[in-house]
Structure formats: C-alpha cells, structure tokens
C-alpha cells in the first residue's frame, strides 16, 4: 500500500521487521540493562540506554546491509530493507515515547521474570516487545509524514485503518481470482449465489474499483469461512465506526487506489528491469541475423526474399558453459574427506556481472548468487558429496528433500520476497539450463547422494 509520504506500508516491511528485530537482540545483548530493573528512574538514564541501543543497532544494521535481505527492496521508492530499518531506528530519538513505552514493558516482565532479557531462550520475548514498538512507530513516522505530503489530518490509528483496508482488498482479489474453491464466501461478499464467475471479478482492476459494501461482507464472512470474526466484526473499537460507515470506506479505497495509480510509473524502474531480459535476446538475435547476412553476401550468394530464421538451438558445450565455469555433467565424486573449498573459489567479474543481471531479471538481489556460496557450510556432508554440482543444482535437491522453506536454511538462500528457496523456474535461469534439465540434474544428484549412503534424513545446510 502507498500513500503520499508514507515509506513503510509496503511489501517490504515484514523485511524490515525480521531485520530489525534480529539486529535489536544482538544490540540489547552489548548492553547493560540495569537502569530498567528499577521501575523509578530518572530521564538520563533512559535516555542514555536509548542513544546506546541506536548506536548498537545502527551498528549491527550496517554490518548486514550488504546481506540478501537487506539488500531486497523495501518499498517502491528503491528504498532497501536496510535503509529504512536504519531510519526508522534513528526515529526512536525523535519519537522518545516508543522507548520509554519499551522500557516499561521490560520493567513489567522484569517484576515477573527477573532479569528475563539474560536467559538465551528469552529471545522470543524480547523480539516480540522490540516489533511492537517498531511496529507503532513506523505509523506515526508515516502518519507524520502524510501530514507534511498533504496537509490533512492523519492518526496512526487512522494510518492502520488504511493498511486493514489495503489488506481487506487483497483478500477479496484472491478470493475472486479463485472463486471455484469459494463459491460460498465469494457469494456471501457479493450477496448472490455464484454459478459462474462472477463480472466482478473482471471489472475489480484496482483497490479503486473496491466497493465498500463488499468489504463489509467479506468482514462477516471471515467467522464462518475463515474461524475468527473480521476485523469489523470484532470486539475491538477500532474499526468498530466503519461497519456502519461505507461511505467512509468507499473514500479511503478510493484515496489509496488513486495514489497508487498516480505514483505506479514514476517510482520504480520495474518497468524497464522488467524487459532488459528480452531486449538483451531480442539484439542477440539481431546481431546474428546481421552475421549471418554478411557472412552468405562474403560467399558471393544471392539473397532470396525476406524471411526468419530459425531461432539457434545451443550445443551441448554452449550450455554446459552457461551452467557455470564448472561442469554439470562431470561424474567424479568427491571424496568424503576431501575440503570442497575449491566450490566457493573467488568468481571471475564477468561471471559476477552475468549473474547479477539474470538475478534482477528474476527479481532477486542482485548479489544473490555471490552472498548464497558464501553462506555454504564447507563442512557440509551434502556438499562434499555434490561438490561438482552447481549451486543451483544443490538448492534444488534441498527443495525436493526439505521444501522450499525450513529455517535452516541461511538467509542469504532464500528469496526475500517470499522468505523461500527459489522456484525451480528460478534455479534453472540461474544455471541457463531449461527446466527439464535441471530436474534431471537435480535426480541425478538425490542418487548419488543415495548410493552415499547417507544416513542422514534431511541433510542440514
């Protein structure tokens, strides 16, 4: 969702939030924090533990502003994860009370549990006090900063409603985009029984075209469809006012989906990013077209009439090639005992530059090739028994045997946009093999991990 002035409603934020949550364990680590252990404190010295916690955290946030998830995009504005979480850190000195409201959550569980933040499994705790206090920043930094962008009034509450709503319209998308397995709640949202797909869907282009009334109803469908009332159907006050008001709600759908519109082409580059895949092929071709020309006119031939050529089917060495510096194909094992390190030898710059542009052109990090070897266990039995393959080949056996997402995975293996391995589609671009033959590779490689003789179930990373 985007609103004039707003950073930190995207897609991005669940980013942002894991990111500073991490970086806020290692920073309260460093720290004393015994000025919360007496709930009767002055100013100072709560201040003092704030100005160290910033300085801690911005340090640990820049030491891991090169990773892949704080390269990933943060919002549409080409802010990254890394760069707004190290703002919105640098908000808590303006915004003193999100801290103070932090440090009296700790003195509460301090008069419960002690000294609870020393206990290596308090971590969950700790994490879940350090998101809520970012997560009530980050709507009156954007609430603030949509004051500035249009001079009208805005709460952080008011902000939430918006992002409730944003949310509300996904939900229906989906629901409409799939109407055959939810006949019943998309007829319950439409007020009619559904026996074939219904315009709406079609005529829904945006969250403009959302209408108020469907939101309500997809509300009071969630308790029976989804096992827990809506969001305006709860006992909650907070958005109790807007089930009786959908001229309200029409307002807001319509304020959120005409900045959307406005702002879609002027703040991004997906646009262009998008195609550089196919332009980059569409010249190859050209360029082949015009050799082939000067080639069969140097031989004294005469050219017939204009045609199109066949598109050029690469040899076997071609593709090997553009599968990695290191064969795919290459039957030597290593042996158990051997050190794989030649596996994350430097890579040349021209490789580094060809595997940055196919890792945009699939939406990934740029560097996410570079930081994934990096995060390979040397000492990994997987890895020394597939050793020759590729990267990608080995994530793809990963996939089959533990799925796309466990959390032993590293982070810089994953796709920050959906906290996954790769789709196998992606994998094989990776590689520039097809699909089919990176399935085979990737077989090839479960047998011989098979005929090891592993007795481990799930290999670990």
């Known amino acids: 969702m985007r609103l004039p002035g707003t950073r930190y409603q995207e897609h991005g934020w669940e980013q942002v939030r894991k990111l500073l949550g991490l970086c806020s364990l290692q920073a309260l680590r460093r720290l004393d924090l015994a000025p919360v252990q007496d709930p009767v404190q002055p100013d100072a010295p709560v201040d003092a533990l704030r100005d160290a916690y910033v300085e801690a955290l911005a340090a640990s946030l820049r030491a891991l502003a090169r990773t892949a998830r704080g390269e990933a995009d943060g919002n549409s504005y080409g802010e990254t ?7 919105l850190a640098f908000e808590l000195q303006a915004y003193p009370p999100f801290w103070e409201a932090f440090v009296a959550t700790l003195v509460a569980e301090h008069g419960r549990s002690s000294a609870f933040w020393l206990d290596p499994g308090a971590d969950g705790v700790l994490r879940k006090k350090v998101n809520d206090m970012y997560a009530g920043l980050r709507d009156r930094v954007d609430a603030d900063n949509y004051i500035a962008a249009t001079g009208r009034d805005c709460s952080p509450n008011r902000m939430y409603t918006y992002r409730m709503l944003d ?12 109407w055959h397995a939810h006949r019943a709640q998309v007829g319950a949202i439409l007020g009619r029984p559904i026996e074939a797909m219904p315009i709406e869907a079609r005529q829904m282009k945006s969250i403009a075209g959302c209408k108020a009334e469907w939101i309500i109803a997809w509300s009071a469908s969630l308790e029976q469809h989804g096992g827990a009332p809506g969001p305006l159907h709860t006992r909650s006050k907070r958005f109790a006012s807007l089930k009786n008001s959908p001229d309200k709600i029409a307002a807001m759908l319509v304020e959120i989906g005409d900045y959307e519109e406005l702002s ?25 077209v015009v050799g082939d020309s000067e080639a069969h006119e140097a031989g004294g031939a005469t050219f017939d009439d204009d045609r199109i050529l066949p598109a050029r089917v690469p040899d076997q060495t071609e593709e090997e090639l553009a599968a990695g510096e290191w064969g795919q194909d290459q039957d030597q094992d ?11 030898m430097p890579v040349d710059a021209a490789r580094q530059a060809a595997e940055r542009q196919v890792a945009v052109g699939l939406s990934l990090p740029p ?11 040397s000492g990994s039995r997987l890895l020394r028994i597939l050793g020759a393959e590729s990267l990608p080949i080995r994530l793809a056996v990963y ?20 906290g996954e391995l790769p789709t196998l589609a992606q994998l094989a671009a990776l590689d520039g093999i097809s699909m089919p033959t990176l399935r ?10 098979r005929a090891a003789k592993s007795h481990d179930a799930a290999p670990a990373p």
Request: glycine share 4%; hydrophobic share 45%; net charge negative.
């Open 334 to 344: 290593l042996d158990a005992d051997c050190d794989p390190a030649w596996v994350t």
């Open 81 to 87: 994860v890394a760069e707004l979480s190290l703002a």
């Open 167 to 178: 949310t509300a319209y996904r939900d229906i998308a989906r629901l409409f985009a799939d």
């Open 367 to 377: 560097r996410y090739m570079e930081l994934a070897r990096s995060a390979q266990a």
């Open 440 to 449: 085979k590779r990737r077989d090839q490689a479960i047998d011989k991990l």
């Open 264 to 288: 879609s082409n002027l703040d991004h580059a997906e646009g262009w990013q998008g195609e550089a895949g196919a332009a980059a092929a569409w010249l190859e071709d050209y360029w082949r």
């Open 399 to 418: 996939q089959k045997l533990m799925g796309a997402a466990d959390d032993t995975y590293p982070d810089a293996w994953c796709d920050p946009a959906t």
